[in-house]
């Protein structure tokens, strides 16, 4: 089928690319001309013949609210609008009710797989209604990895959201664990040979997963890690994950300790351990550093 | 080559069958003598040939320490033993001094598979001198998985129970980041389909595991572990993962967070939280559960 | 001066009686007739001279929204709204906006004493212009504790709530450490005189301090709180301040680690540690308890 | 009465003026002549009469080993030997053991009130037979703070260091809630007084303490805290509670996470965080800071 993609980075033209090698058509648009479709948003709606299906593939927040509320303007009754970003639910759940009051559907969809996705396929987690969803399983076919997973329509609108905010939180707390680990088997002399022994985990161990291989890939590529800084940036699911798990009072310990971990690593020094080092100087007479 | 095995339980008999499956003779000790080849650990002895080889797989703690005690009083100079349990590293430098002032060698062997591993073979890290884990070799390939991986020589003595101590310890972290997005996930509306979420994370996704696989196993048989209860047993290694991290000034704050919430499921009340509902009870009146 | 309070309960009951000996004229309203001096919000803003003070003194959410739009209808230029009661620092924002369209002016007050403070005084932590501000201080006067603190105007409109979110996130984190301090004396058998050593610390340690006195009691009415259960409730500001803490990028491990542990005390089972239990029957076989 | 005081430094020193002051004769040894009373150990043992009472003020750890087995060698049936350092409470129970052999008594007191003792006295908690206890109450009177609290023999050998243990790991949580709470103010905008918020906070609250009154001297000389880097030691008793946690199955969520916000102070930077940036790297393509 012929589908709309707005957004051709490294996300979106990835996957513009593996539908066109799948078998559709698609017409991209991106704000920078070298690489864009068609000249307007306008003109590329104008491409499309009804019932139309346009995938939005740009930052989440006001870039995504701009853009699907352009696309409110643009489409008509039956058309669907599908956000692929890294919305919030709770947009998802707005830009729903906007759009249906003019008849166009909205399909949510979490994607997962980074720069891997183009050859192994896109894992897909979509909430909306089943005709919407249904209308585009073509696509979803194509964007996702062969096999009879890596694809589920995990509720209304917001559940593919949601399901993608909590696989980011998930794998923040598994790659804190991973590299808590690393850490300390850096920090003893009792394991000499530590990338021999990651690599030795990928098989028959409980924790084989593809993070571990790519662990082995990073230390083969660097075994002490030397080139790189301890410097994480967070994109949004993890605060998010925290956020909601407050709101339903789930505790989740280990997730927030990912999410603190990494804001910690951003600053160039703590605030709350000034503080600490200022009361031990106070009550203790305990030297501080400056 | 022919092998002692001494304990024969759910690991230990199924890593002698895997042996024997394998080409090796294995002639098994067990206090159990319905089980056990040889009426004692003497006989064991007399019924290999030096330089004999004594694999030791009982509980990790006191039943280690007495089989390893007696093994010095009956092996001779040339001869090996190797811890394959749950030993701490500690125990293992102690032992291995020990059983050396006479000439016996000693190697240390994480053992990682649990019921999967007779199929599947067991994923090994040993620790130990090179000449030591050499004359094992043979041993060593008939346990582990086929293919490249799943042995590693981790280190000197101590190395191996090191090395399986930290990969429990990242276990422990994995399992908890599961365990918490899924309680987020049931908590809210969100996601209707959340045993559909679960298998379709297994192909395409960060998270991707062999534990996401066994979740989604639990989750089929019972999709929503209405017949369990939330508890969790520790086996030793978690512990003291996080009590090595202390020693060696290490933060570990997911995998503590992970070993904490076992400790907190075995709880039938928390005295902390009766302290906390004591003092807001003090200060502001508010009502207790009693 | 006079003053108008609405909501009469444990909090607003005992301020008003404490403006009252202070020598300042309060008519109250509840909905509770047994208890209120008007018989309407209309009436109350009647019996005011104008400028009027109104304090409202009712639950944070819905109900401070309520009564603060009902106030907007009946109160005129010149007027001041308070909101004491707990609300969040944004609602405050939006409050302010919506009166001083009208001419009215709003002061938020973060108030600390709970059943203490009719003797004692309150703790106020004020935000909002200075003039409003200055127009309040008689009232503030009255209701702080003697003396030259236990009054701030921390800052601007929200100001007040924001601190005392704060105030509460500390006392979370600082209740929490001295709970984890008496579970441990409780689990080991080295500290033989547990109440007498809660009590000795009262003078010349670094942590003495109110939460600790009010330890000792609940300690002499109960030594090992065996009446009561392990459940606490969090009223909100807990929440609040982790969520505040995400968005800024804090990290706030051990207030969150407080907050978590008052959720957990409120479930009957731990999902999370279900799914924990699930894993390790899973892979290891391991016993389950259901 | 007269008593031997071995360590002459921030603590021991301060200790003997207060002994003196109150009453008691204090021969002082110290390794630095120029402050020591006596030439050596033997002196110091010959100049008091016996029954003789020693306490040892040293460091914790090998300095105290050597120090008490020295005392073991020069003193008799019916001395008594006080540690007042910071040793492990398990240290104390094999000290005990040796000096019972030779009839000396052993009592541990664990001391708070850092440069602050000298004038306001020494908190003090004491573990030991309650003869031995009862022979140095003199000396206790007057180290401690006057009134009725600031004593306790909280239990037998080895329950006063594990008192102060504990007591040091509320500290430790305590210290690490207040400086979260000022690292969200200080994040944020919404409170523009933060150290007249802290000042006010002295009376009335439910967090009124001694820290916070450290805190607000600390804020009053340096508003910002600019002068100091976020950077904490731990002096082995936080370290000791987590363990002594773990081994008796406690969780100590806020204790634990204020022990490894400390760990994570002393990083130039952090491993985990290297290993999650090169994660991050390999399945997203993300930018790495190197």
């Not at 409110?72 to 947009?91: A, F, M, P, R, T």
């Amino acid at each position: 089928m012929r589908i709309g993609m707005i957004g051709l980075g490294k996300m979106g033209g990835n996957m513009a690319e593996r539908l066109r090698r799948g078998g559709h058509e698609v017409i991209g648009y991106d704000r920078d001309p070298s690489i864009s479709d068609a000249g307007s948003l306008k003109e590329l709606v104008e491409r499309l013949d009804p019932p139309r299906a346009v995938w939005v593939m740009v930052p989440a927040g006001d870039p995504t609210r701009a853009v699907i509320e352009q696309l409110g303007e643009l489409l008509s009754d039956g058309d669907i609008v599908v956000d692929g970003g890294n919305s919030h639910y709770k947009d998802d759940q707005r830009h729903a009710v906007e759009l249906d009051a003019k008849g166009i559907g909205f399909v949510d969809v979490g994607v997962s797989g980074g720069v891997w996705g183009l050859e192994y396929g896109y894992a897909l987690m979509a909430g909306g209604a089943p005709e919407h969803i249904g209308q585009l399983m073509p696509i979803f076919e194509v964007l996702k990895p062969a096999g009879e997973d890596g694809f589920v329509r995990a509720g209304g609108v917001g559940g593919g959201h949601f399901a993608k905010m909590v696989h980011n939180g998930i794998e923040y707390g598994m790659m804190q664990a991973f590299a808590e680990g690393w850490e300390l088997l850096e920090a003893s002399e009792a394991v000499t040979d530590i990338v021999g022994t990651f690599k030795s985990w990928r098989h028959g161990t409980v924790i084989r997963s593809w993070l571990l291989d790519l662990m082995v890939r990073a230390l083969e590529e660097d075994p002490d890690l030397a080139e790189l800084k301890g410097y994480a940036e967070d994109s949004g699911e993890g605060r998010w994950t925290v956020q909601a798990a407050v709101e339903h009072a789930v505790p989740l310990p280990a997730i927030t300790a990912a999410l603190y971990a990494r804001f910690t690593s951003r600053q160039t020094d703590s605030p709350a351990m000034k503080m600490v080092a200022a009361l031990r100087n106070q009550f203790g007479g305990h030297a501080v550093a400056s």
